[in-house]
Structures are given as C-alpha cells and as structure tokens.
C-alpha cells in the first residue's frame, strides 16, 4: 500500500510566525487531503488538493503530482492553530500520515 | 454542506456487550462511508469501507466478525463492535464521500463525522 511521510512531526512557533508542513508519497495518488484535528477529535477539512495550490485565508497548500509531495503553508500563525495536522491520499481509500502536532505559543 | 453525523459521542461498555455506531451524511448522498479507529497519539488507521448495499471490505487485521458494518442506505452506515473487550477501546470516526455523484462539486472528498469514543471495561 502507500506510504505516507509527513514531516515535521512536531513543531513549536510564537505566535504570528509562519510554518510549512510536508507530506510525502511512496506513489502517486489522485485523493489528497489535509485536515486539522481539533481537541476533541474532529478532523477538519482544510484542502482537498490532488494537485496544484489553493488558497483559504491564511492557509494554503500545493500539491506537485509529479514529485509525489504536499505542503501546507500556515501564515501569521495563531494559538488556536495548535493542534494536530493530518495528510491523508490515496485512490479509492485514504491513507493516513503520522501527523504534524502544531504548537502555537503566545 | 458535506455534513457527517456519529452517534453515540461516546460510549461505556462492559466487557463482552455489544455496541452499535450509527454513522449519517445530513446533506449530501454518501456513495461510499469509511470506518476508522485511533488509538490515543496515533493517526488513523482505516478499518473497512462500505457501499451502500454490498457487503463490506476489510482492511487486513481486521476481524470481519468482530465489527459488523452495515450500510443499508445512502446516508446511513453502522459499525456493531461484537462481544467488546478492553482493547477495542479507541476512537473510532466515519467518513462518507459522494463520488461525484449527482453532479456535486466535492468529488472523492471525503468527510469526517466527530467519532465515537469507546470504553470497554
């Protein structure tokens, strides 16, 4: 099956600093999505990218299909972006990487 | 839209009940649902996925007879735990996705209901 490698698999930041987290693939894949887990467990879907960039407020992400990678930028960060970011791809099914606990400190 | 619904939230259980998960699409027609579990600090690890009236497919390792899924309409799938013991306690979440069917724009997106939290004792 796939394999996915995120990267890194915690982070620290003050507040207002910017980050990137990256998820790699063993194959190509044509579902790629990134959530963010919430304290209660909720998985929140951030981008549904298989490929390109997309944009939404201070996040954004770009997928290069070719290369089998994914990063999301997470700018002017903030603390209620703490929390637990997941990449998931695959084709008919999702595959689930580690993780990336994301620390946003005041 | 692309709502996705669980209940129970959580559930307590003694060893050797039985205990079912109801898992909803509220506003889109799920083609296909998902079965998840995660174990505390650990990623998601897919159980099985269903389709509206097939039978399940099982992920390797996972026992077919101990997690029943039933999938018997386009916005509805359940997860039975059978005979539960301690270590089936985790977090287990359900997704749905349409398929691009009927022509909405989410395609293969899959969405996340909040899960079910079971504690065996």
């Known amino acids: 099956g796939i394999q996915v490698e995120q990267s890194p698999p915690d982070l620290i930041l003050q507040e207002g600093a910017n980050s990137t987290l990256r998820c790699n693939f063993s194959?190509?894949?044509?579902?790629l999505q990134w959530f963010h887990q919430n304290p209660w467990g909720q998985l929140i879907n951030l981008f549904y990218?298989?490929?390109g960039t997309k944009q939404n407020g201070r996040l954004s992400a770009t997928t290069v299909a070719t290369e089998r990678y994914s990063l999301l930028y997470i700018s002017s960060s903030q603390t209620t972006d703490s929390g637990v970011y997941f990449c998931?791809?695959?084709?008919?099914?999702?595959?689930f990487g580690k993780g990336t606990m994301l620390l946003v400190s005041p | 839209g692309a709502v996705v619904s669980q209940h129970p939230s959580w559930v307590i259980c003694k060893s050797g009940t039985s205990v079912k998960i109801e898992c909803r699409s509220l506003?889109?027609?799920?083609?296909?649902m998902f079965w998840y579990r995660q174990f505390p600090k650990q990623s998601l690890m897919l159980m099985a996925t269903?389709?509206?009236?097939?039978?399940?497919?099982?992920e390797q390792g996972v026992e077919k007879d101990k997690f029943l899924i039933n999938h018997a309409s386009l916005t509805l799938s359940t997860l039975t735990v059978t005979s539960a013991h301690p270590e089936d306690s985790s977090f287990y979440i359900c997704?749905?996705?349409?398929?691009?069917?009927?022509?909405?724009?989410?395609?293969?997106?899959?969405?996340f209901g909040p899960g079910t939290r079971l504690t065996v004792l």
């Open positions: 269903s389709n509206e009236g097939s039978k399940a497919t099982y």
């Open positions: 997704s749905a996705t349409s398929g691009g069917a009927s022509g909405n724009q989410w395609g293969d997106e899959q969405f």
């Open positions: 506003d889109f027609q799920a083609t296909t």
């Open positions: 998931a791809g695959g084709y008919s099914t999702l595959t």
């Open positions: 990218i298989p490929s």
């Open positions: 194959d190509s894949v044509n579902n």
